[in-house]
């Protein structure tokens, strides 16, 4: 199993900044594409930025040059940097992660199949 872990939200007026961190732990066989969702009351999941394990990135048009997306592969970390916020940013923020977990046999480890993986969320609230 892959855990997400989010830090970082909290409430910040418009026009400041917050930065969200997400680890993943637990048995990583490997990590392909991360990235940010968030969620508003009412309102459907969306993507926000990801992040594919060679680097490239991709935003949701409304948070283009405002947000960054970095990653830490070595850490398994990603990290969103979140400037110029609006209160229309207000959300649920998930981390979520594409890749594999691993199962021991013996001392070998076996790569399990790829699957979707998904923090517990956290709360950006923005006010004008």
């Known amino acids: 199993q892959v855990y997400l872990a989010e830090s970082g939200g909290g409430e910040v007026q418009s026009g400041g900044s917050l930065r969200l961190s997400c680890v993943a732990s637990g048995r990583i066989f490997s990590i392909e594409n991360m990235g940010w969702y968030r969620q508003a009351p009412g309102g459907d999941r969306e993507l926000v930025a990801g992040?594919?394990?060679?680097?490239?990135?991709n935003y949701d048009d409304s948070v283009k040059g405002r947000f960054t997306i970095s990653r830490d592969s070595a850490q398994n970390a990603i990290y969103l940097q979140m400037n110029s916020l609006k209160p229309e940013d207000t959300a649920v923020y998930y981390c979520?992660?594409?890749?594999?977990?691993?199962?021991?046999?013996?001392?070998?480890?076996?790569?399990?199949?790829?699957?979707?993986?998904w923090g517990q969320g956290t709360q950006v609230t923005v006010f004008s």
């Open positions: 992040i594919t394990n060679g680097g490239t990135t």
């Open positions: 979520a992660a594409y890749g594999s977990s691993y199962a021991m046999k013996g001392w070998t480890k076996l790569q399990q199949g790829a699957k979707h993986y």
